[in-house]
């Protein structure tokens, strides 16, 4: 009995950090799904509470862990319970940091790459943590003082998430003008100081594409880049999850212009295809607001930016753009069936 007493005794503890653990995990990729202000805005606010939230916790976990020591190993689950505590301030400390607005790189890696990094490397460590040492949410957990309880801890995250933004705002500090997704403002206006990014693995194409084959119904049609330079124009910002963002203005030819006449499928989609082999799945239904553009700013695109031409997809995310396009294929199937994230 009195072995078992540390496990109920902080119970509530732990299931506190684990429901606030899996709601950052879950609100961290939500992230990087949405890209719209507006839902943007709710989900990072959630994010960054769930997270922040954690060091409530800290000085009743402490309880548990001096408990815990205080067995005899034998009897203690296996632990890499150290390590998790040291990821998860390491998650945190730099979530705060690309936060307030120091997001580096240094040596080339940024804030928000060791904050990812870090958060996927806690989950699954808390997986092993958690394992052995399961704890159940029971009815009680519905009652009046649990329910309190719950309440203070939403409160006092929001709060603590609240007082950064406020000291950010007074202070000046650069996390002040951060977009709602929590990027970074990096060369509006001037294409050459924007980052060239690459998602994953991919690399620029040793040749440019000359031009952009277009399936649709079983025909294809090969548009010259000569041809994609129709005047379209639209203001939109390419916000990386990387972190950073620019708004330009983009020319080139809207994507319902160059389907026009074809053969397309109701609630069916277009994949767009890189020389690289990198393909992003769109719904038809948005063919209007997307741009096939081959400039930014009045300027050419550069090589690095997707020369000769790109994909402008207004309010998605960065990865959605896909560079060097050299080939759209209309599709039957929803633009859901694909991975949530590109794999190159
Ligand atoms: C911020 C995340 C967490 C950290 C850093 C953490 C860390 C620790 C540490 C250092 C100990 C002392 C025991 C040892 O060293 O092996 C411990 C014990 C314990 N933890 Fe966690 N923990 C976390 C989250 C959780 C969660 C989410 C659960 C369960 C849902 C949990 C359940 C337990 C239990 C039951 C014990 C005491 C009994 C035992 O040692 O087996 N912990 N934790
Ligand atoms: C263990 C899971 C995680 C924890 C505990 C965590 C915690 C945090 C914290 C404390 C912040 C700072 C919030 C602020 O000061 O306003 C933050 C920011 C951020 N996190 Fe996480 N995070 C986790 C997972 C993730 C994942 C998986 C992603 C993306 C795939 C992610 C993306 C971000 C982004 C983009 C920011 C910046 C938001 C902003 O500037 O307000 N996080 N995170
Ligand atoms: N072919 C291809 N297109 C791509 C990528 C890629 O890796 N390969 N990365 C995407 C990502 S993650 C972003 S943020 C933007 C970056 O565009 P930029 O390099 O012009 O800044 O391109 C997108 N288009
Ligand atoms: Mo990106």
């Given at each position: 009995m009195a072995l078992r007493l540390p496990r109920r005794a902080g119970r509530r503890t732990n299931l506190g950090l684990l429901t606030l653990l899996v709601l950052a995990g879950a609100t961290g990729l939500l992230a990087y799904a949405v890209g719209t202000p507006g839902p943007a805005r709710v989900v990072v606010a959630v994010h960054g509470a769930a997270g922040l939230g954690l060091l409530l916790l800290v000085p009743w976990k402490t309880v548990?862990?001096?408990?815990?020591?205080?067995l005899p190993r034998s009897v203690r689950a296996p632990g890499t319970a150290v390590f998790l505590a040291v990821l998860v301030v390491l998650t945190v400390v730099s979530g705060v940091m690309h936060a307030v607005g120091a997001t580096g790189p240094w040596a080339g890696v940024t804030a928000l790459q060791v904050h990812v990094g870090a958060a996927i490397c806690t989950l699954v460590v808390l997986g092993t943590h958690v394992w052995g040492r399961r704890q159940r949410f029971r009815t009680t957990d519905l009652q009046r003082r649990a329910l309190l309880q719950t309440g203070a801890l939403g409160l006092g995250a929001a709060a603590l998430w609240g007082g950064?933004?406020?000291?950010l705002r007074l202070t000046g500090a650069p996390g002040a003008r951060r977009r709602a997704t929590g990027s970074a403002e990096r060369g509006s206006g001037d294409p050459e100081a924007m980052p060239v990014t690459q998602w994953f693995t991919d690399e620029l194409p040793a040749d440019p594409p000359r031009g952009v084959t277009v399936v649709a119904g079983g025909r294809s049609v090969v548009v010259p880049v000569a041809d994609l330079d129709r005047g379209d124009r639209v203001r939109a910002v390419l916000d990386c999850t990387g972190g950073w963002y620019a708004e330009q203005e983009w020319s080139g030819v809207r994507l319902d212009r160059l389907l026009a006449g074809l053969d397309l499928p109701d609630g069916g989609s277009v994949d767009v295809v890189s020389a690289t082999g990198y393909t992003r799945r769109l719904p038809l239904a948005d063919a209007a607001h997307l741009l096939l553009a081959t400039s930014a700013a009045g300027t050419a695109l550069s090589a690095g930016h997707g020369a000769p031409v790109r994909l402008v997809a207004p309010g998605r995310r960065g990865f959605w753009w896909v560079k060097w396009v050299v080939r759209l294929e209309v599709?039957?199937?929803?633009?859901?069936?694909q991975s949530p994230f590109p794999l190159q």
């Open positions: 548990v862990v001096r408990r815990a020591w205080r950064l933004e406020g000291v599709v039957d199937a929803p633009w859901w069936v």
